[in-house]
């Protein structure tokens, strides 16, 4: 049986303390754009929304997913908000660190990580 050229992505959230956590899981890719911008615009409600994405579940990225989080982000940032992004494996780490992603979201290796260092605060 042959096997599809494109994975769906699935998206879940769950509630951590006082941070809404998105699980992606699949390629982030073109293809799934209007989902996860669905998904994001449910995110953006109230005041000061702190949003983190866990990347643990992601087999791909590409610049449209790059994008579409960066938007996210300078829209978190005007309501006061805040994002973060945990898990990516080694390459899209890689891509995130190429393209300076870094520079304008926090990376954290593991939840674990992002857990520690955002829940002292």
Request: charged content about 10%.
């Given at each position: 049986m042959p096997v599809p050229i494109f994975q769906e992505l699935t998206i879940t959230t769950e509630k951590w303390l006082d941070w809404q956590i998105i699980l992606l899981s699949g390629k982030f890719v073109v293809q799934s754009f209007s989902l996860v911008r669905k998904k994001f615009d449910t995110m953006e409600t109230g005041h000061s929304p702190?949003?983190?994405i866990d990347?643990?579940?992601?087999?791909?990225i590409d610049s449209s997913a790059l994008t579409i989080i960066l938007n996210f982000q300078k829209r978190l940032r005007e309501k006061g908000g805040t994002l973060a992004i945990f898990g990516p494996n080694a390459i899209i780490k890689d891509t995130l660190l190429i393209v300076g992603f870094d520079m304008a979201v926090p990376i954290y290796n593991t939840r674990a990580m992002f857990e520690q260092s955002v829940g002292a605060q």
């Open positions: 702190k949003v983190a990347m643990t579940g992601i087999s791909q």
